[in-house]
């Protein structure tokens, strides 16, 4: 079973993430379990205070340490194999390669920031990892543990009903995803590519590999760079390149 534990000052923020699609399935069946604690619930004074003035002066407010070191250690209690993860846009970049790494894992602290961000002693201190899932800012981490939560478990086993749809995904190998189409199969003079209504399996493939490195091509040259590396698809960009 996949197990988040969920760290923030906003917990209603994730009234209802939960209750649709694949992550309804799964905590349905038992595959998933999400629990959401109130970092507020740990602060230690009256008015349950979460943040404090920046030292050295500055615009905002910062998340004092104490009570998400609190939480974070009541989460760990009784099972120290639970993975701290802390969001920030100063994180190391999350993508689909880092999904991969962690859905090697099965249980996980998410730890949500809010205002100017979290004292930077938890995550130097008190964190297995600091994540950002891109390059900009967000106003808090709720949606960044969201954006974990969805990108890592359909990567478990048995999580998506149908596996092969994560073989042909985009950035598992390197590309982005061939163009998908539907009925009907024309759509206000718009019409779906011949070759994938002439049940000519072969060739189906050959064009939706040579779309994927086209697309890549275009949209995400950075990709394309990386993924010449297999030899298949240097073999195909080549081929592409001779016929351009
Ligand atoms: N002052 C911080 C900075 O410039 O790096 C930004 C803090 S942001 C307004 C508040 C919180 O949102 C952060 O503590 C973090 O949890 C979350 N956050 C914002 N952008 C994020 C990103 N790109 N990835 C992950 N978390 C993010």
């Not at 079973?1 to 699609?21: E, N, R, V």
């Not at 629990?35 to 050295?56: L, M, N, Q, S």
Request: proline fraction near 5%; aromatic fraction near 10%.
């Amino acid at each position: 079973m996949l197990h988040f534990k969920i760290l923030s000052i906003f917990p209603k923020y994730f009234a209802s993430p939960f209750m649709d699609g694949l992550l309804k399935q799964a905590i349905g069946k038992g595959n998933l379990k999400i629990d959401i604690t109130d970092i507020r619930d740990f602060a230690h004074d009256k008015h349950r205070t979460v943040d404090d003035t920046p030292y050295g002066g500055g615009a905002g407010m910062v998340m004092k340490p104490e009570p998400i070191v609190s939480a974070i250690r009541y989460a760990r209690a009784d099972d120290k194999e639970y993975k701290v993860i802390v969001f920030s846009p100063k994180g190391k970049r999350f993508d689909q390669h880092a999904a991969k790494r962690f859905s090697q894992s099965r249980k996980f602290v998410l730890v949500c920031g809010r205002y100017e961000g979290i004292d930077d002693r938890v995550p130097a201190f008190y964190a297995d990892e600091e994540l950002s899932i891109g390059d900009y800012v967000l106003s808090g981490g709720e949606a960044a543990a969201l954006v974990f939560i969805e990108s890592v478990s359909r990567l478990v086993p048995g999580f998506v009903g149908n596996e092969e749809s994560i073989v042909s995904e985009s950035y598992e190998k390197g590309l982005l995803e061939y163009p998908q189409y539907t009925k009907p199969r024309t759509f206000e003079g718009h019409e779906v590519p011949p070759v994938l209504l002439s049940g000519n399996h072969k060739e189906v493939e050959k064009w939706r590999m040579e779309q994927s490195v086209r697309l890549t091509a275009d949209k995400r040259p950075d990709l394309l760079e990386k993924a010449k590396q297999d030899r298949d698809i240097l073999r195909i960009i080549e081929t592409i390149e001779k016929t351009n």
